[in-house]
């Protein structure tokens, strides 16, 4: 077999076979297959797609290219959580401290920023000492005596998508259905995931632009959840807007913190509601939604929550005094407000272009080695559908170097204003099982 062959067959649309998939990712994952190639075989899959029989193939063998976990040791179901990415998206921050203060154990590989979005693994690391890279064993024994462990993919777990995820980044083929499909999926079956949830952003902020791409993604994930029999929910979610109000890496966590502690942004409480009540539900814990979303209100409530957040902290080598108190977290040298032009109602932020603008700060990479600046970013004083008056604040660009000049600029003209009242969206969408 020759990989230009396949490159050939994949650009003249035509079907790849289980063994061609299998080749590929075997010879990239071992780099025998170097990058160039892989990429143009990338970018032809981006372009022309995939069947749903070559996506479940790709996926398998992605899963298979490295060790596949077992947590049957851990005696519980394991129920694990993917967000297919966004702008502000700190849910796995607060979602999975949650479940697990009930009960819910969680086992937790993250990924990185990819393209304008940001990633829970470099949140995680703007907290001195916390460790996303350990050993497989301290993996589990963590969740079996915690019963959470978030870690970064450095486990020899789905290597082919370690891979293939820096390379799609840097080659802008992140958008396409089998691509994010086979990544999210071929992780969670590496990562011994019994059930899945899956939140599937969508809007402007997110990779799928609208709900029917959003529904193509969710079902093709569901199915291949099928065929590897991981139960699988898709819970379709707003991301016109960035989720909650803070943008870059330690900024979330500050806003996660105290999210876990009873100070809960509206649409982000919404999202980690219903993938909580979900998650429960699948793990077992309660078979009912709407007491399962009350439950994990008590918790936040009664600190549990909390404390959990802070043993996780401690258990992967973090300093919680940068938890306990905030204001120890990486701060930016410069912290300028952008004021409101005229009275109105907020009626558009491009999460995308807020996204990217955090990315120019430093928040996100353009290279696959860069190093990102945790303490940057930005943060909204108003969200869609607020009322303003002129000269009130919008937002707060954190900023440490000449960058924040052109943001400034480039931020007054993204948030949009109407003179008139502006309707709001839903933030979670729709379910699908
Ligand atoms: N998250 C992933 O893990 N992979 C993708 O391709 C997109 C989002």
Redesign the pocket.
């Known amino acids: 077999m020759r990989i230009i062959d396949i490159i050939e067959k994949k650009r003249e649309k035509q079907e790849l076979s289980k063994q061609e998939i299998e080749y590929f990712i075997t010879q990239y994952t071992n780099g025998n297959i170097k990058d160039y190639q892989a990429a143009a075989l990338v970018m032809a899959i981006f372009l022309n797609g995939m069947t749903n029989q070559e996506t479940t193939d790709l996926t398998l063998a992605m899963a298979q290219s490295g060790e596949i976990l077992d947590l049957s040791t851990l005696k519980e179901t394991i129920v694990d959580k993917?967000?297919?990415?966004g702008v502000g998206d700190k849910v796995s921050l607060v979602l999975l401290p949650l479940v697990s203060s009930l009960g819910v154990p969680v086992a937790k590989m993250s990924?990185r920023g990819?393209g304008f979005?940001g990633g829970t693994v470099d949140k995680l690391e703007s907290i001195p000492g916390y460790q996303t890279t350990i050993e497989m064993n301290e993996f589990v024994k963590n969740v079996e005596e915690i019963g959470i462990s978030m870690i970064s993919q450095t486990l020899n777990l789905a290597p082919a998508?370690k891979k293939l995820?820096a390379l799609?980044d840097s080659i802008s083929c992140?958008e396409s259905i089998p691509?994010?499909a086979s990544?999210?999926m071929s992780?969670k079956i590496a990562s011994g995931a019994q059930k899945i949830v899956l939140d599937v952003t969508v809007g402007n902020g997110a990779?799928m632009k609208n709900r029917e791409e959003a529904r193509k993604l969710a079902n093709t994930m569901i199915e291949i959840g099928k065929l590897a029999k991981r139960e699988t929910v898709c819970i379709l979610t707003n991301m016109d807007e960035p989720l909650g109000y803070a943008i870059g890496n330690a900024l979330e966590v500050i806003e996660a913190v105290r999210f876990l502690k009873n100070d809960m942004p509206e649409d982000l409480k919404q999202v980690v509601l219903e993938l909580g009540s979900y998650m429960m539900q699948l793990a077992g814990k309660g078979n009912d939604l709407e007491e399962n979303k009350v439950k994990l209100l008590e918790n936040i409530k009664n600190g549990e929550a909390y404390k959990k957040f802070i043993e996780l902290v401690q258990k992967q080598g973090g300093d919680i005094t940068y938890i306990e108190n905030l204001d120890k977290l990486p701060k930016a040298k410069q912290i300028e407000p952008i004021y409101s032009p005229k009275d109105g109602y907020i009626q558009e932020m491009n999460s995308k272009e807020i996204g990217k603008l955090a990315g120019i700060l430093g928040a996100g990479r353009e290279q696959k080695e860069d190093v990102i600046d945790v303490s940057v970013g930005i943060v909204l004083a108003k969200k869609v559908t607020d009322k303003v008056k002129k000269n009130d604040i919008l937002a707060y660009i954190h900023a440490n170097d000449e960058k924040l000049v052109e943001v400034k600029k480039r931020l007054e003209k993204i948030i949009k204003i109407s003179e008139k009242p502006v309707e709001k969206e839903k933030v979670v969408l729709e379910v699908i099982r």
């Open positions: 993917h967000s297919t990415g990924g990819l979005t998508d995820y799609r992140v691509l994010i990544s999210i992780k990779f």
